[in-house]
């Protein structure tokens, strides 16, 4: 990671403890490595029924509970619990209860009927995957939702459509009593054909969320929201970091500012709480590594994304991103702060994954511990 970016004033961890008295006034640079953490998995391996998926954002909801969000998921549909005799829906999510992966509960929910369903319904021949969202304290939480149209024969077989906005009322029942409505949104500006939401943070009194392109170049912009209007549910009126200043959407006069020139489609940003962030996602496409970027704060210079922070096994491995809220073991002393990342793997040939020897394995999501060290100051 290049030096210069925090203090460890700001750094998280030490922030969470209370800040560190010993640090001058001045920039140093963090540590980062990663390694897997492999016991942490069996905590998507709860529900019989659910046999893997990818996407795999995860969203504080507040007392110990989080929503993670998946996207293609298999549902099994006989007791023999196969992917041979599953439904794959084209999103699911799932109820944490607990902040330890390794002793928390899950809780999977999609639409139950005859056939299983994905849990946010297609709008005809177009599909939505749930990306990131918020739960603003004790209120409702919102969602964002890529929308997905087929490309029979091109590329991937798939293009992004845009976004989408729901709200949840009553987060704090069971999902399948949870009760959804449209948020009111506007398309980003229309030469970027770009999906919203990517991911999403609280700053102060604003929600900020990433947007991403719709071409190959996949540049991230910035979108904010007051928090106020987020709780009435009407997210219409966009504001955008445009020439370093956030300017109404209807007033923009150039596209935003490019904030992250090779954004991943999926991603994650954590905030310290006094102004520095972090911005986590797989870096490329194939055998993608988890990389990091830095930032004093959002409307900032952010660093290049460091060298690989880990390199995950496999040919297709992508969807990096962090789980904050999550706790993990030997979470932090004074110089160092360990957080949860997951990402997927998944193969460029479908019939793998419908292989017995791979169905307990590959198409999941898989933790990795990502530790920043910083030195004594």
């Given amino acids: 990671m290049s030096t210069g970016w925090v203090r460890c004033a700001l750094v998280i961890g030490i922030v969470l403890l209370g800040g560190c008295p010993l640090c001058p006034d001045e920039y140093i640079a963090p540590g980062v490595s990663g390694a897997r953490w492999e016991a942490a998995d069996a905590l998507f391996h709860q529900e019989p029924r659910w046999l893997g998926g990818d996407g795999a954002y995860s969203i504080d909801l507040g007392d110990d509970r989080s929503v993670w969000l998946f996207g293609d998921s298999f549902i099994a ?27 928390a509960t899950m809780e999977f929910a999609w639409q139950d009927g005859t056939t299983p369903g994905s849990y946010f319904p297609e709008a005809g021949d177009h599909w939505f995957w749930p990306v990131h969202g918020v739960r603003l304290e004790h209120g409702p939480l ?28 009553n987060p704090d029942l069971p999902p399948a009593q949870w009760t959804i ?7 980003a500006p229309a030469d970027l054909d770009a999906s919203v939401g990517a991911c999403v943070a609280v700053d102060r009194d604003h929600l900020v969320a990433v947007s991403v392109d719709g071409d190959s170049m996949h540049r991230g912009r910035l ?18 970091l445009s020439n370093g200043e956030w300017i109404a959407q209807a007033a923009l006069t150039r596209n935003p500012d490019v904030v992250f020139p090779d954004a991943g489609s999926e991603c994650s940003l954590v905030g310290d709480g006094s102004g520095g962030w972090l911005y986590v ?25 460091t060298q690989p922070v880990f390199t995950p096994d496999g040919r297709f491995v992508y ?14 002393d004074q110089y160092l702060w360990n957080f949860a990342v997951t990402y997927a793997d ?19 999501p898989h933790f990795v511990r990502i530790q920043l060290s910083y030195p004594s100051c």
């Fill in 77 to 103: 549909t006989t007791p023999n619990h196969t992917r041979r005799e599953s439904a794959l829906v084209r999103n699911s999510i799932a109820v944490m209860t607990g902040r330890d992966p390794l002793t």
């Fill in 142 to 169: 919102l969602i964002f939702l890529s929308e997905i149209a087929p490309t029979p024969g091109l590329g991937l077989g798939f293009a992004a459509a845009g976004f989408r906005v729901v709200r949840v009322r």
């Fill in 181 to 187: 409505e449209a948020v009111a949104s506007v398309p």
């Fill in 223 to 240: 979108a904010r929201w007051p928090l106020f209007v987020v709780g009435e549910g009407d997210l219409s009126e966009p504001e955008w």
């Fill in 281 to 305: 996602a797989s870096r490329g496409f194939g055998n993608a590594p988890i990389a990091v970027r830095t930032a004093a704060s959002l409307e900032g210079t952010w660093d290049e994304q």
């Fill in 319 to 332: 969807a990096g991103k962090a789980h904050p809220q999550l706790r993990v073991d030997g979470d932090h």
């Fill in 346 to 364: 998944n193969s460029f040939t479908f019939a793998d994954l419908l292989d017995p020897a791979n169905e307990h394995t590959l198409y999941w």
